[in-house]
């Protein structure tokens, strides 16, 4: 059967999509946005912002918990609950357990995707404010591109170069002009921040080199195995960590009750919530809340943190945002003659 030309549009931009990691995925945003044909409904819509509001939230509580427990536990705990959280939910949906021998790699993306971000962003918990972070966390895009250009041989257009020096030249007025005072633990939060984003970047690749073009695997499980590969990757740096520099207290109810959000809620449940939206408005629309992300995450640090605003975070949020929809623009396409 011949596929139209939107159909067709469509597929290809959904198969650009799941090439992408998780919290990676607005690359033919606008392709896809060209050619749709439905509008989303109001629940759908509330499901979206409750979804960049859950991950926002990721960034408020790491900067909880992270100063009490240590970087570490903070990531170690995010992983292993988030994994236990979507095991329960799989086996409660009673999903296909069939890893089509992919079991190894999913594994190593785990590492890559989740374990060394999640060590990252906790690290830059330590030193920057919510807001930071979360803004940080949409070069994701722009890294993506760099990390293709230099090692999978991807083609770097003008639009897309453009992009990533509008973007590090956003991330240089957030880090310079911000609330925070310019020092050297600033620089080495936000280079931990973009450290996570090169991850999701490389992640990105290997999941189309290790997943996508070998036959594919259900989305759900690569997530739960990936969680599996970060836990058992953290595992001996939270070992260590309690051996070198145990936490001078484990916290009270606020500490423990913001890491089972981030567990439980941000990790477990947000992923539920995103498979959701895959299913009623396609991975194209749901994947906008990579635009959605830093407004929540610079909310709630300053409605629960106290966190001071700054006029930076609106420059270096919006020259992020211009990079952000140049590097996923689609490239203008040459008609055959």
């Not at 067709?8 to 990676?24: I, S």
């Not at 089509?100 to 999640?118: W, Y």
């Not at 030193?127 to 803004?135: E, F, K, Q, R, T």
């Not at 050297?184 to 999941?207: D, E, I, K, Q, S």
Request: glycine share 10%.
């Amino acid at each position: 059967m011949r596929l139209s030309t939107t159909k067709y549009c469509q597929a290809t931009a959904l198969k650009a999509h799941f090439e992408l990691p998780w919290r990676a995925r607005p690359a033919t945003l606008l392709a896809f946005l060209t050619v749709v044909e439905s509008v989303v409904r109001p629940a759908d819509l509330i499901r979206l912002l409750l979804l960049a509001a859950i991950w926002g939230a990721s960034f408020l509580f790491m900067r909880i918990v992270a100063p009490v427990l240590g970087s570490m536990p903070t990531a170690f705990f995010r992983a292993s609950l988030g994994m236990l959280g979507l095991l329960v939910i799989l086996l409660l949906i009673r999903v296909r357990w069939d890893f089509r021998g992919k079991l190894k790699h999913c594994l190593m993306l785990g590492v890559i995707n989740a374990g060394l971000p999640s060590a990252m962003y906790c690290l830059a918990a330590l030193v920057l404010p919510a807001g930071y972070s979360a803004i940080l966390n949409a070069t994701t895009p722009m890294m993506g591109v760099l990390i293709g250009m230099l090692f999978f041989a991807e083609a770097m257009t003008w639009s897309k170069a453009v992009g990533v020096a509008i973007g590090l030249f956003g991330v240089a007025v957030l880090t310079r002009t911000g609330p925070v005072e310019f020092n050297l633990p600033l620089l080495w939060g936000a280079a931990a921040c973009l450290v996570a984003t090169a991850c999701y970047g490389f992640a990105g690749f290997l999941t189309r080199r290790w997943i996508g073009q070998q036959g594919g695997l259900d989305n759900r499980l690569t997530a739960f195995a990936s969680l599996c590969g970060a836990s058992l990757f953290l595992l001996p740096f939270f070992s260590g960590s309690l051996l070198i520099q145990p936490p001078a207290s484990w916290g009270g109810l606020e500490v423990w009750l913001s890491l089972a959000g981030l567990g439980f809620i941000c990790t477990a449940f947000a992923y539920v919530l995103y498979f959701r939206l895959l299913s009623d408005i396609g991975p194209i629309k749901a994947s906008t809340t990579t635009f959605l992300i830093p407004p929540f995450g610079v909310l709630w640090g300053a409605l629960l943190l106290d966190e001071p605003l700054s006029w930076a975070y609106l420059y270096g949020g919006v020259l992020i945002a211009i990079a952000l929809w140049l590097v996923v623009r689609p490239s203008a396409t040459v008609k055959p003659t």
